[in-house]
């Protein structure tokens, strides 16, 4: 099946700086998902991404389709930012049914 | 309610009991996921409903899984004879099926074999 890899695993930053976070897969996709896990261990979704750029507020992510990858870009972060932020991928060789698969994750600590 | 949800958020139970969890998708949403979360695999996918039906149940992790979806919205993830390995966070998402296959997820049940 398809493989996922986020880098880096742990990230800690203080208040007000950037990062990027980088998603690698090993084949073509039929949808990118960028989520956040808050404390509570909801996933909320950050971007459907399969391709392109997109941008919401401090946050936006770019994803190279043909070249396997996708980066989530996070501005002037916040203590609220912390979590574990998760790419996930669905291959386009299942046509749909294989779920998502998700890679282990970023885990970001934002200090003030 | 807009999203989806789960129940019950949280179930004990002891070894070799069975438990049932249930979603509740968005309304409208035809496909159906269930996903499992634990310490030592990470997010890991289950089984996906598109309707009523499941095409594909090699995802489940034994026999003792077994899952349905009735009137293409509720769906139940039924655990038999449950063991210690089974402790894990369950999740449900459901999305709309279109050329825009956003998947939304509940908040999941905490299950704990003691």
């Known amino acids: ?112 | 309610g807009a999203g989806v949800s789960q129940s019950p958020s949280n179930k004990v139970t002891e070894k070799g009991k069975d438990v049932e969890l249930r979603c509740d998708p968005i309304s409208g949403h035809t496909a159906l996921y269930w996903y499992r979360q634990s310490l030592g695999q990470g997010l890991e996918f289950l089984i996906y409903f598109q309707g009523n039906s499941a095409p594909d149940k090699s995802g489940l992790p034994s026999d003792r899984f077994s899952a349905e979806r009735t009137g293409g919205s509720v769906s139940t993830l039924t655990i038999q004879r449950t063991q210690q390995e089974d402790s894990a966070v369950y999740l449900c998402a459901s999305s709309s099926w279109s050329s825009y296959n956003e998947q939304f997820f509940g908040p999941g049940t905490r299950l704990t074999v003691l």
């Open chain 1, 1 to 112: 099946g398809i493989q996922v890899e986020q880098s880096p695993p742990d990230l800690i930053l203080q208040e007000g700086a950037n990062s990027t976070l980088r998603c690698n897969f090993s084949d073509s996709v039929n949808n990118l998902q960028w989520f956040h896990q808050n404390p509570w261990g909801q996933l909320i979704n950050l971007f459907y991404i399969p391709s392109g750029t997109k941008q919401n507020g401090r946050l936006s992510a770019t994803t190279v389709a043909t070249e396997r990858y996708s980066l989530l870009y996070i501005s002037s972060s916040q203590t609220t930012d912390s979590g574990v932020y998760f790419c996930a991928v669905e291959g386009s060789a299942g046509g749909g049914a294989d779920g998502l698969t998700f890679g282990k994750g970023t885990h970001l600590i934002i200090q003030p």
